[in-house]
């Protein structure tokens, strides 16, 4: 087959792709809203694809791009309105504290490129990290374990062990203790 006979076809298997992924993502979106957490979990692990592990908590109206990217360690809370972003590999560890509306991306546009082409990396959330309420997670950031973001934080760089970080950028603000034992068990039923 000719390569101009082959870009047709190339458009609609990508078109077909498109779809499927749409049809997937609004499925996501619908049982997001479904006041059924066991409902949820299933949902995402035997039909998106997620890992997740045991006893870990997802509240109401979670959204993502590509959720089978996305793994989540046991224990670990994750807030009402998220979204999380698997694209390029989201990991989230175990114990972890993960607040309303926290947004997590693994790509972004490169504004100064020719073609605003996009670029990214992996996210990697370590455990007993806390990431609170509405703080943003921009691609190819490394929260380490016992890591605090703050409400309403940026994160663009890496946020060492224990770090407790904030603003806009996320800049260090202090140490958090390292002597840390919980175990994260939230769960309700019709939540």
């Known amino acids: 087959m000719s390569p101009l006979a082959a870009q047709p076809l190339r458009h609609v298997r990508n078109r077909l792709s498109s779809y499927s992924r749409g049809y997937r993502l609004f499925g996501a979106f619908l049982v997001g809203r479904v006041p059924n957490h066991a409902f949820r979990l299933w949902w995402y692990r035997n039909v998106l694809g997620m890992r997740i592990g045991a006893h870990t908590s997802f509240h109401w109206r979670a959204t993502f791009y590509q959720p089978d990217g996305v793994r989540i360690g046991a224990h670990t809370i994750i807030g009402n309105d998220c979204f999380l972003d698997g694209r390029r590999t989201l990991v ?28 990214g990396g992996p996210v990697v959330i370590g455990d007993r990290a806390y990431v609170a309420t509405r703080a943003t997670i921009l691609p190819g950031v490394t929260i380490g374990e016992g890591a605090v973001v703050a409400a309403g934080a940026v994160v663009t760089k890496d946020v060492a062990p224990y770090a407790i970080v904030g603003g806009v950028p996320a800049k260090f603000l202090r140490e958090r203790s390292r002597d840390l034992d919980y175990v994260l068990d939230f769960h309700l039923p019709l939540q």
């Open 92 to 119: 989230i560890g175990d114990n972890v504290n993960i607040g309303g509306h926290v947004q997590i991306f693994t790509l972004e546009h490169n504004p100064d490129a020719h073609d605003f082409a996009v670029q």
